[in-house]
């Protein structure tokens, strides 16, 4: 069947048989089980009531349940087991394996310096950027454009920028636009990508360059609720725009920076495609999703694999309920 059919098909199946679920589940427990009849019809209503919002659940609990909750406790199971052994148990011998190499612990180390900088840089640029859009007369413009990358997936993103750091051998024509620079002030091309920590900072920069417009976003909707009587009384004061901004308008949205930034905190702790594309966790670049990758498709190593799967949902879990709390005690 030709891709494109093949979509609308699955596409009007799908919608069709949500649309279908819904009525028939509707109709099965007004008319079926609880019909609004007789001299129990008043009770029947209240109980009909009371199930109807679990079939709307249903579905959405089926699929969290079969691709979140499933894996999760699969994934478990095969950090405690052996390929090798024909998926014995073997305890935690994985996870004294892989803490024994040098390549996790290069993983975990990078990762830790993504999550200093990249949140920080992504919500300190996404803050400013807010602040400055909303001064302007073509601020929705630039908004726009600093928004686009959000667009672009981590992969299309990695290989524009694997282009921009490119680099050709000394006396060709360079079509990276870094080196193009460089040769053009008479320096010497550099292998971006390949130079020791620094090639780290290279790439953190593409998720950066993605995630300050989501963070410009959402600041920029937190900016504009601040009440301008604040502001306004902070002028009457005396303040200057600097004061007014780090002492009258960041507190107000402090909370809001901390959502933006335990998000991006998430994001990075997933962190793969840009890698993946750039590097391949060459040059001392390896980052705990890539690493996993690496035990579980190239190594054929599902013991390892799943540990280290496991390692990084340990790491994500504390963020994504401290954040999940916080957002409900705003709600309050």
């Not at 390692?311 to 409900?328: D, E």
Request: glycine share 8%.
């Amino acid at each position: 069947m030709h891709p494109a059919l093949q979509g609308l098909l699955t596409i009007f199946i799908g919608v069709g048989g949500c649309i279908g679920y819904f009525y028939f589940s509707n109709q099965f427990l007004d008319k079926v089980l609880f019909p609004a009849r007789g001299p129990n019809a008043g009770r029947n209503i209240n109980r009909a009531n009371m199930i109807r919002p679990w079939l709307f659940l249903a579905p959405a609990l089926i699929a969290l349940g079969l691709y979140l909750a499933y894996p999760v406790v699969e994934t478990l199971r095969l950090s405690l087991t052996d390929r090798s052994q024909g998926g014995g148990f073997v305890g935690g011998a994985n996870y004294a394996q892989m803490f024994s190499e040098p390549k996790f612990w290069e993983a975990l180390r990078n990762n830790m310096v993504w999550l200093i900088v990249v949140p920080a840089a992504s919500t300190a640029f996404g803050l400013l950027a807010a602040q400055l859009t909303d001064r302007i007369k073509w601020g929705n413009i630039a908004k726009s454009l600093i928004f686009m990358p959000m667009a672009i997936s981590f992969v299309g993103a990695a290989v524009i920028w694997k282009l921009v750091y490119d680099t050709r051998p000394a006396g060709e024509e360079q079509i990276g636009i870094l080196n193009a620079i460089l040769v053009f002030f008479g320096n010497e091309p550099q292998t971006f990508l390949t130079i020791p920590f620094w090639n780290n900072i290279f790439l953190m920069i593409v998720l950066v360059w993605i995630q300050t417009g989501f963070a410009m976003v959402i600041l920029s909707a937190a900016l504009r609720g601040i009440p301008e009587e604040t502001i306004e009384a902070a002028i009457v004061d005396g303040a200057n725009p600097l004061q007014i901004f780090f002492k009258i308008k960041v507190p107000q949205i402090m909370g809001t920076i901390v959502v933006v930034w335990t998000t991006i905190t998430i994001v990075v702790l997933k962190v793969f495609d840009i890698v993946f594309a750039m590097t391949n966790g060459q040059w001392e670049t390896q980052v705990l999703a890539n690493y996993m990758y690496d035990k579980l498709f190239r190594a054929n190593d599902w013991g390892v694999g799943s540990a280290s799967a496991m390692i990084i949902m340990l790491l994500v879990t504390p963020i994504l309920v401290w954040n999940v709390h916080n957002a409900r005690k705003e709600m309050r």
